[in-house]
């Protein structure tokens, strides 16, 4: 069964002030993994995916790195808009099609001014 | 654009009624899937179609049906509400069994 721990439940950042969020997972075969932000209220907005150890993608603040067993979603000198919470998925390698993710429970980011 | 649209965005049923939430898609994605959130639980997959006309069963389907009669459609349904129903439902779509998913804004469903 694909399980999906991110850490920590909840982070609280004075602006400016870097951090790192984890993502720890156990899947039979990872396709991909995925990095989502998710305001109150809304739906999940996807952010980055990340298919073979050692790949990192950025945007903006944020940048994401991939290991053989876990996932960090590093933030740069957040800003208050960074609030959010942060959910990260994975998706196995199928015999039959469909795009099946598990996710974790996300972090909850508060960034304050 | 509109992306994905969920209807409606909120709901209160009692127990034992029955309702359809819908979800209409203008990206003409193939793939569409219907996920709840809870407390403590995270999202999980409740049924997905990989493209018009079909539909399977995701982590938590019982207690729900859905069907995708039109491409941009997908309909979610139940037949009798119960208070562990009680949720946020969501519907993504993507263009194919890889790429990533779209979500909809959500619709919080209480059953009392």
């Known amino acids: 069964e694909d399980q999906v721990t991110q850490s920590p439940e909840a982070l609280r950042l004075q602006e400016g002030e870097s951090s790192s969020l984890n993502c720890s997972y156990t899947?039979?075969?990872?396709?991909?993994l995925f990095w989502y932000r998710q305001d109150p209220g809304k739906g999940p907005e996807f952010l980055f995916t990340?298919?073979?150890a050692g790949e990192e993608k950025e945007k903006e603040r944020l940048k994401a790195t991939l290991t053989k067993k876990e996932s960090f979603l590093h933030i740069t000198a957040p800003k208050p808009e960074d609030s959010a919470t942060y959910l990260c998925?994975?998706?196995?390698?199928?015999?039959?099609?469909?795009?099946?993710?598990?996710f974790g429970e996300g972090t909850q980011l508060t960034v304050n001014p | 654009n509109a992306g994905v649209t969920q209807t409606p965005k909120f709901r209160v049923l009692k127990t034992g009624q029955s309702m359809t939430l819908l979800c209409a898609q203008d990206?003409?994605?193939?793939?569409m899937y219907w996920y709840r959130q809870d407390p403590g639980m995270g999202l999980r997959l409740i049924h997905y179609?990989?493209?018009?006309?079909?539909?399977a069963k995701g982590e938590v389907p019982d207690g729900y049906n859905v069907s995708r009669l039109k491409k941009q459609n997908f309909l979610l349904g139940l037949e009798s509400a119960a208070p562990s129903q009680t949720s946020v439902y969501f519907c993504?779509?993507?263009?194919?069994?890889?790429?990533?998913?779209?979500f909809g804004q959500g619709t919080r469903l209480t059953v009392v």
């Open positions: 998925a994975v998706q196995r390698k199928r015999e039959t099609s469909g795009s099946r993710l598990t």
């Open positions: 990340l298919y073979s």
């Open positions: 179609s990989v493209g018009e006309g079909t539909t």
């Open positions: 899947v039979s075969g990872l396709r991909g």
């Open positions: 990206m003409n994605h193939e793939y």
């Open positions: 993504a779509s993507s263009y194919s069994g890889t790429s990533e998913a779209f």
